[in-house]
C-alpha cells in the first residue's frame, strides 16, 4: 500500500460538506492515518503551494486556501496517489466526472473542495508539513 495527503479545502468545511467527503473517501477504500481540522497562516500556504508561485492565480490561491479551517489527512491505499485523484475528479469542477468529489462538491476551479497529492513524493512531502511522526498511525 501506499500514501497520499489531502486536504479539505475552506469551501468544502465552509459548506458543510466534511462529513460527506470523508464518507466517500473511506467508503473508497482508503484509510485515514492521520487526520486534524487546522488553518494554514499566509506563510504555511506561500510554502504549501510554492511551486505555483508564478502562476496568476496565486495570491488568490493563498487568499483561500488560509481564509479558514481545513481538513488535512493522510491517506492510505494500494495505489492512493492515482486512486485519490481519480476520486476527487478534474481540477475545474465542469470538468469532474459525474460522482466525484469536485463533481459533487467544487464551486469553480479555484474553489474546489479538496487537493489531492499528484505524485508519492509529494505525498510524503504534504504529508510531513502537516503532521509530526507521532501524529499518524
Ligand atoms: P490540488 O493541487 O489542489 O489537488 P490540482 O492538482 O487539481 O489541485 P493544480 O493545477 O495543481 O490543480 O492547482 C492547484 C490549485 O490551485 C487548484 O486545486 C485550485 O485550487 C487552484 N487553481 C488552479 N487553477 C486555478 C485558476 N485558473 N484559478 C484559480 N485557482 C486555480
Redo the contacts with the bound molecule.
Keep these: 500500500t501506499n500514501r497520499t495527503f489531502t ?1 479539505i ?1 475552506p469551501d468544502g468545511v465552509e459548506n458543510g460538506h466534511i462529513g460527506a467527503i470523508l464518507e466517500k473517501i473511506t467508503a473508497s477504500g482508503f484509510r485515514i492515518v492521520a487526520m486534524k481540522l487546522t488553518q494554514m497562516t499566509k506563510a504555511d500556504a506561500e510554502a504549501f ?1 510554492a ?2 508561485n508564478e ?3 496565486f495570491g ?2 493563498v487568499e ?2 488560509t481564509r479558514g479551517p481545513i481538513v488535512a489527512a493522510i491517506l492510505e491505499k494500494e495505489n492512493a496517489v492515482a486512486d485519490f ?1 481519480t476520486l ?1 475528479g ?3 469542477p465542469a470538468d469532474a466526472a459525474e460522482g466525484t468529489i469536485r463533481a459533487l462538491y467544487a464551486t ?5 473542495a ?5 505524485s508519492d513524493e509529494n505525498a510524503a512531502i504534504e504529508g510531513a508539513f502537516h503532521f509530526a511522526g507521532r501524529e499518524m498511525f
Design positions: 486536504m479545502k503551494y511551486v505555483h502562476r496568476p492565480f488568490e490561491l483561500f486556501m485523484r476527487i478534474a481540477t475545474n469553480s476551479v479555484g474553489e474546489n479538496v487537493h489531492g497529492s499528484d
